[in-house]
């Protein structure tokens, strides 16, 4: 049975689901950029955000040698260290590079033609045509430089994979029952192994402000929602979200998200600079930030002259 599939995939392709599903219903380890990330922070010993400077750094040909063989030698012990407890999925990372000859290995590359991953963003993110195709394009040339940078290699070189899937030809389902046969149908278990999320069933406000607003909206029947949707800001060279931004309320009946904060002005700086790029990528979503003091003043917009 394949012990460690590593998986590269072109931006946009929006994929990453379907090795979800494969690691839950057949006992992988799931390694993507969510349980990855904090454990190359330790393993590197910096922060988030000297890690990601380090990794932009790399996307940009600019790294230094001496992090960046760090930053390889983490990402193979973390997934070795895994691998002796369970099989892993390694998504992204040059993980057909790290482990091009272990044994009971199978690496797979997912590519799809522009237009279809232009769709894929403009159906997952609501970004228009113009912002998807030239986020496509920064993230392709970041990602080769990527990994020419780590391993000098042209990571679309198809002899570096086991199994290479056009996205333009199978449907997810058709890929995913590929894959399966692919790697000699392994015995499908019951229980995954990895930690289910449980989702709060009554909304948990993040303070008193968001509480409050929420009562008053409620209270002259103004329809709301709390944090319904996240707007990615930023993908990595993988493809991965590694900045996004949840609104606080959504407002359906006036299309308008809001952001309430209760932090002073003079710290505000790295709030406001994210509504700024949400803007630049969602220039049709509406929303608004208000202060705490400041939400009695959008329901006197909204016609209600007086709070009680």
Same mark, same amino acid.
């Given at each position: ?7 590269? *995939? ?13 690691? %839950? ?38 790294? @230094? %040698? ?21 099989? =892993? ?28 991953? =232009? ?18 394009? @920064? ?5 080769? /430089? ?23 030809? #199978? ?11 692919? /790697?000699? %149908? ?16 009554? /909304? ?16 002259? *029947? /103004? ?17 991965? =979200? ?7 309320? #959504? ?5 308008? #998200? ?7 002005? %003079?710290?505000?700086? @790295? ?38």
């Amino acid at each position: 049975m394949v012990r460690l599939i590593t998986v590269a *995939r072109e931006f946009g392709t929006e994929i990453d689901f379907l090795f979800t599903k494969l690691s %839950k219903e057949f006992g992988f380890i799931l390694l993507d950029r969510v349980n990855l990330f904090p454990l190359l922070q330790k393993y590197c010993r910096i922060n988030s955000e000297e890690l990601l400077l380090e990794e932009k750094k790399i996307e940009k040909n600019s790294g @230094e %040698k001496e992090f960046i063989e760090k930053y390889k030698e983490g990402i193979k012990e973390i997934t070795k260290n895994y691998l002796e407890k369970s099989p =892993v999925i390694l998504l992204g990372r040059g993980g057909q590079f790290l482990f091009k000859d272990y044994p009971n290995s199978f690496h797979i590359n997912i590519i799809a033609p522009l237009n279809l991953r =232009v769709k894929n963003l403009q159906k997952n993110y609501n970004l228009d045509r113009e912002t998807s195709i030239k986020l496509i394009l @920064e993230k392709d040339k970041e990602r080769d /430089i990527y990994f020419k940078t780590l391993f000098g290699y042209d990571w679309k070189d198809p002899y570096h994979y086991h199994l290479i899937i056009n996205l333009d030809y #199978y449907s997810p389902d058709e890929i995913y029952q590929i894959i399966i046969k692919s /790697i000699e %149908k392994p015995t499908k278990i019951n229980q995954p192994l990895q930690e289910s999320f449980n989702f709060p069933s009554k /909304i948990k406000f993040a303070n008193k402000s968001e509480e409050e607003f929420a009562k008053l909206l409620t209270f002259y *029947r /103004i329809a709301w929602e709390y944090e319904p949707r996240v707007f990615p800001l930023e993908w990595d060279a993988e493809g991965q =979200v590694i900045e996004a931004f949840t609104p606080d309320f #959504y407002l359906p009946e006036f299309d308008l #998200y809001i952001e309430l904060t209760v932090q002073k002005p %003079k710290l505000m700086s @790295e709030k406001i600079k994210k509504i700024k790029k949400l803007k630049e990528l969602y220039p049709n979503i509406n929303i608004k930030l208000l202060y705490g003091r400041d939400y009695i003043k959008i329901l006197e917009k909204y016609g209600i002259s007086k709070v009680k």
